[in-house]
């Protein structure tokens, strides 16, 4: 896939041109800084600095939303890869041979499906082969898909409705 793609740099020096390069790459400051040439001791200062600044900002937004539309990446495709992760299910893939041993079968899953598999491990056993597989952490998924703006699972609300009134009667106050 073509990445190259074409942003106003208006009146950035050569070494921020740089900087915004390779920040575009990883979104890693203190390696960006570094490769565009930035003093060591202050390459977080001033590469944070820089990307939050009235000149970089509009620039990085660009640049960022771009590379979503060349992509075809947003939020939404993140919550469904999440979601297809969260449903899958690596029991669907355990099967029981003639001999009554379980193992997995994995011939008839789509590339999707085996992206979802984090772990596979094959070691000798007496038995035969021993193989372990782990599926996506159910509940990093969840919590990955509760921070997401919109689902707004983590923010705690309270709201409080009460009527509250007083009677403040002028002749005890004299007493």
């Known amino acids: ?101 379980p193992r997995y079968d994995f011939s008839n899953a789509t590339t999707e499906q085996l992206a979802c598999v984090e772990a596979f491990e094959i070691s000798p056993s007496k038995f035969g082969d021993k193989i372990k597989v782990k599926g996506p952490s159910k509940l990093k998924i969840l919590e990955l898909i509760g921070k997401h703006t919109d689902v707004e699972a983590y923010k705690e609300k309270l709201e409080i409705e009460a009527s509250v009134s007083f009677t403040f009667d002028h002749e005890d106050s004299k007493a």
Do not use: C
């Open 1 to 101: 896939m073509n990445e190259e793609f074409e942003i106003d740099l208006g009146e950035l020096t050569i070494k921020q041109t740089l900087f915004l390069y390779e920040y575009l790459k990883d979104f890693d400051v203190r390696r960006a800084g570094l490769a565009a040439g930035f003093d060591a001791i202050n390459v977080l200062v001033a590469g944070n600095r820089l990307i939050r600044s009235v000149k970089m900002k509009p620039i990085i937004n660009a640049a960022k939303h771009e590379r979503a539309r060349q992509t075809k990446i947003n939020a939404n495709w993140v919550l469904e890869q999440l979601k297809m992760q969260y449903e899958f299910n690596i029991d669907d893939f355990l099967v029981i041979d003639d001999v009554g041993i």
